[in-house]
Nanobody, 127 residues
Framework: QVQLVESGGGLVQAGGSLRLACAVS????????MGWFRQPPGKAREFVAA????????SYADSVKGRFTISRDNAKNTVYCQMNNLKPEDTAVYFC????????????????????WGQGTQVTVSS
């Protein structure tokens, strides 16, 4: 059974940094991709970033480009999201998601393409 567990959320002041981690257990893999999404209070879930396991190709939402960096550690089956220069509007529950099944066209922001989800971790940025 595949499980995703997020960690690293917390409370930080504007301009600060946090590093989220998403550890995958239950299966080893070398393909597919992982993404980070977030859900701000009272709003819909939105795409943040994604990375392919094989090759490390990345994709970012415009709102986080230049501030967030997604990376992976294949040996640890873990994906990270380094978040710098955080803003109050980054406040949200952050979720990691995984797709293992091959897909011919990479659509990292497509919520429905992901097969497994973590429970989420809260990130709060104070002004």
């Amino acid at each position: 059974q595949v499980q995703l567990v997020e960690s690293g959320g917390g409370l930080v002041q504007a301009g600060g940094s946090l590093r989220l981690a998403c550890a995958v257990s239950g299966r080893t893999f070398s393909s597919g991709y992982m993404g980070w999404f977030r859900q701000p209070p009272g709003k819909a879930r939105e795409f943040v970033a994604a990375i392919m396991w094989n090759g490390g190709r990345t994709s970012y939402a415009d709102s986080v480009k230049g501030r967030f960096t997604i990376s992976r550690d294949n040996a640890k089956n873990t994906v990270y999201c380094q978040m710098n220069n955080l803003k109050p509007e980054d406040t949200a529950v952050y979720f990691c998601a995984l797709r293992l099944t091959y897909i011919s066209v990479w659509t990292p922001s497509n919520f429905d393409a992901y097969e497994y989800w973590g429970q989420g971790t809260q990130v709060t940025v104070s002004s």
